[in-house]
């Protein structure tokens, strides 16, 4: 079972940017697809993105519109998920999923049953 860590979120001003990273261990990285999913407080998690073993085709809820970049580097055991132009909506813990099957690629709507194995969750907080 792949264990993940996940770092860099933060207090930031509406309109700014972060960089999410999730380091991967205990797995073959190569072979997971990966996601980002969040949870805002009094909410239940939402989907936010996913992309495939080769980092290939990417998945993205329709909120994210264009504002989230979901990235891999099998080489660092690391998948990233790149936040613009944040709102104070995108306010949530988000954590990064592994899904050992790849169900994503298949199955629609992804969800986090798609996933075996979830991080600790790197809080996100946007100021207006």
């Known amino acids: 079972q792949v264990q993940l860590v996940e770092s860099g979120g933060g207090l930031v001003q509406a309109g700014a940017s972060l960089r999410l990273s999730c380091a991967a261990s205990?797995?073959?990285?190569?072979?997971?697809?990966m996601g980002w999913f969040r949870q805002a407080p009094g909410q239940e998690r939402e989907f936010v993105a996913a992309?495939?073993?080769?980092?290939?085709?990417?998945y993205y809820a329709d909120f994210v519109k264009g504002r989230f970049t979901i990235s891999r580097d099998n080489a660092k055991n690391t998948v990233y998920l790149q936040l613009n132009s944040l709102k104070p909506e995108d306010t949530a813990v988000y954590y990064c999923?592994?899904?050992?099957?790849?169900?994503?690629?298949?199955?629609?709507?992804?969800?986090?049953?798609?996933?075996?194995?979830w991080g600790q969750g790197t809080q996100v907080t946007v100021l207006s």
């Open positions: 999923a592994a899904d050992q099957f790849n169900y994503i690629a298949t199955m629609s709507p992804i969800v986090g049953a798609d996933f075996g194995s």
């Open positions: 205990g797995g073959t990285f190569s072979t997971y697809a």
């Open positions: 992309i495939t073993r080769s980092g290939g085709p990417t």
